[in-house]
């Protein structure tokens, strides 16, 4: 894949939209998004090049949701001087899954707030070629988010809800609250309750996303990828109409 196709793989893959979008909204330092079947085969030579780019210096990491690979990463990252953190507060490097509606060929990218990277110079360039000498297209997306302000990962006080492309909405965390949305497939129900927000209906097939943990720190997400929906919590407003 060259530079002008995986731009438009980023662009027009309908999962990765919002989550660009997030990524301008919540001020995240760096987001490296990889496609890859077996992503820990990757991640330790990645992190040593993205790392010049962070403004983090911590070495602990942690999971925002289940990843297929997790047991496998945390064994790369581990033996590579990576502690796992006790909380999301406390980590610098966190990471997450997300499943692509169609495989892509692999790749890499780095995101900050919404502007898209290409990183692939040097041994990067190498790495990537590497990659794609024999390419296995995948469906697995790995986002490995770096925090430059620990403090990103403190409790947020809104949810965001990013909905096929539609005007986002945030809902206050502070108050219960069940509020239903015309997604592509059907109707998706967003619950909030003590400060915690889940999808608690989807017309999804394989309901992933029912199955995710409710969030309420800053930076986590839940996402239906069929229906192209996404949460997101964040610290402070950033769309001008809340509801509750």
Same mark, same amino acid.
């Given at each position: 894949?060259?530079?002008?196709?995986?731009?438009?793989?980023?662009?027009?893959?309908?999962?990765?939209?919002?989550?660009?979008?997030?990524?301008?909204?919540?001020?995240?330092?760096?987001?490296?998004?990889?496609?890859?079947?077996?992503?820990?085969?990757?991640?330790?030579?990645?992190?040593?090049?993205?790392?010049?780019?962070?403004?983090?210096?911590?070495?602990?990491?942690?999971?925002?949701?289940?990843?297929?690979?997790?047991?496998?990463?945390?064994?790369?990252?581990?033996?590579?001087?990576?502690?796992?953190?006790?909380?999301?507060?406390?980590?610098?490097?966190?990471?997450?899954?997300?499943?692509?509606?169609?495989?892509?060929?692999?790749?890499?990218?780095?995101?900050?707030?919404?502007?898209?990277?290409?990183?692939?110079?040097?041994?990067?360039?190498?790495?990537?070629?590497?990659?794609?000498?024999?390419?296995?297209?995948?469906?697995?997306?790995?986002?490995?988010?770096?925090?430059?302000?620990?403090?990103?990962?403190?409790?947020?006080?809104?949810?965001?809800?990013?909905?096929?492309?539609?005007?986002?909405?945030?809902?206050?965390?502070?108050?219960?609250?069940?509020?239903?949305?015309?997604?592509?497939?059907?109707? =998706?129900?967003?619950?909030?309750?003590?400060?915690?927000?889940?999808?608690?209906?989807?017309?999804?097939?394989?309901? =992933?996303?029912?199955?995710?943990?409710?969030?309420?720190?800053?930076?986590?997400?839940?996402?239906?990828?069929?229906?192209?929906?996404?949460?997101?919590?964040?610290?402070?407003?950033?769309?001008?109409?809340?509801?509750?």
């Amino acid at each position: 894949m060259d530079r002008r196709d995986f731009f438009k793989t980023m662009l027009a893959t309908p999962l990765l939209t919002p989550l660009i979008l997030a990524s301008r909204k919540s001020k995240n330092d760096l987001e490296l998004y990889l496609i890859a079947e077996e992503p820990q085969k990757l991640i330790p030579i990645l992190l040593e090049e993205v790392q010049k780019y962070s403004l983090s210096d911590g070495h602990k990491f942690c999971f925002l949701n289940p990843h297929p690979q997790e047991k496998a990463l945390k064994e790369c990252l581990l033996g590579r001087a990576w502690a796992i953190a006790e909380e999301p507060a406390k980590a610098s490097l966190a990471l997450s899954f997300s499943h692509l509606q169609s495989k892509a060929l692999p790749s890499f990218t780095l995101v900050k707030e919404g502007r898209i990277w290409d990183i692939r110079t040097r041994k990067l360039l190498s790495l990537w070629q590497e990659m794609n000498r024999i390419p296995s297209p995948s469906s697995c997306l790995t986002i490995a988010t770096f925090k430059s302000r620990l403090t990103d990962f403190l409790t947020g006080k809104y949810v965001t809800v990013y909905n096929h492309g539609q005007q986002p909405e945030t809902l206050s965390l502070g108050k219960n609250l069940t509020k239903s949305f015309q997604a592509r497939g059907g109707r =998706i129900t967003v619950q909030v309750r003590d400060g915690k927000a889940w999808i608690s209906d989807s017309p999804c097939r394989h309901k =992933i996303c029912l199955y995710s943990p409710p969030v309420s720190l800053a930076g986590e997400r839940t996402i239906c990828a069929p229906n192209n929906f996404l949460l997101t919590v964040e610290r402070h407003r950033s769309i001008d109409t809340v509801i509750g």
